[in-house]
T-cell receptor, first 118, second 117 residues
Framework: GAVVSQHPSRVICKSGTSVKIECRSL??????MFWYRQFPKQSLMLMAT?????????EQGVEKDKFLINHASLTLSTLTVTSAHPEDSSFYIC??????????????FGNGTRLTVT | AQSVTQLGSHVSVSEGALVLLRCNYS??????LFWYVQYPNQGLQLLLK??????LVKGINGFEAEFKKSETSFHLTKPSAHMSDAAEYFC???????????????FGTGTRLKVLA
């Protein structure tokens, strides 16, 4: 089945530093990947849609200069949290959808990254 | 605009009892509907999906869901709960790109299932 690998699974960083999270589709190509943020005991909030070879599309209220997204290849998207602050602490999850399949193919999710900013 | 409502943020059932997790959707176009399960500190795993074929959809781990257009519902059921079913369950709707331009998913707020021994 389609596997999405997300790395790291857990990261602790100091306030003011930047953190990069990688999302890879291991056995399929993904033109589009999605980045979600999940607060404790809450649902997933879509942050942005990552498009291979073009700029990401950010949801309303998400700072694009804060959350930099790069989708340089059909199998890799990265999310960089710049100048992280404690309020950025959260669980970040990426997902991808195989490009070649029909339009009813579901999203496949990575295992998430727990970011803690101290 | 699309939306998903999951009634009941917490559901407790006894082991062996019926599991019923409710999901109602709103969509201006025929939707795709999904149920995902999330275990602690993990991503989401697809349980099942509705894509306009059969209205009764069978998924993994003994779960199934029925699409009822008249009720705009897609409730998730399992005849007999197992301890390993304890997790967070999310219902999601997608417009297949018809309105959003991409296959954007809208998730419900989730239902935490607790299975009592």
């Amino acid at each position: 089945g389609a596997v999405v690998s997300q790395h790291p699974s857990r990261v602790i960083c100091k306030s003011g530093t930047s953190v990069k999270i990688e999302c890879r589709s291991l056995d399929f190509q993904a033109t589009t990947m999605f980045w979600y943020r999940q607060f404790p005991k809450q649902s997933l909030m879509l942050m942005a849609t990552s498009n291979e070879g073009s700029k990401a599309t950010y949801e309303q209220g998400v700072e694009k200069d804060k959350f930099l997204i790069n989708h340089a290849s059909l199998t890799l998207s990265t999310l960089t949290v710049t100048s992280a602050h404690p309020e950025d602490s959260s669980f970040y999850i990426c997902s991808a959808r195989p490009s070649a399949l029909t339009d009813d193919s579901p999203l496949h999710f990575g295992n998430g990254t727990r970011l803690t900013v101290t | 605009a699309q939306s998903v409502t999951q009634l009941g943020s917490h559901v407790s059932v006894s082991e062996g009892a019926l599991v019923l997790l409710r999901c109602n959707y709103s969509s201006s176009v025929p939707p795709y509907l999904f149920w995902y399960v999330q275990y602690p500190n993990q991503g989401l795993q697809l349980l099942l999906k509705y894509t306009s074929a059969a209205t009764l959809v069978k998924g993994i781990n003994g779960f199934e869901a029925e699409f009822k257009k008249s009720e705009t519902s897609f409730h998730l059921t399992k005849p007999s709960a197992h301890m390993s079913d304890a997790a967070e369950y999310f219902c999601a709707v997608s417009d297949r790109g018809r309105t959003s331009g991409t296959y954007k998913y809208i998730f419900g707020t989730g239902t935490r299932l607790k299975v009592l021994a």
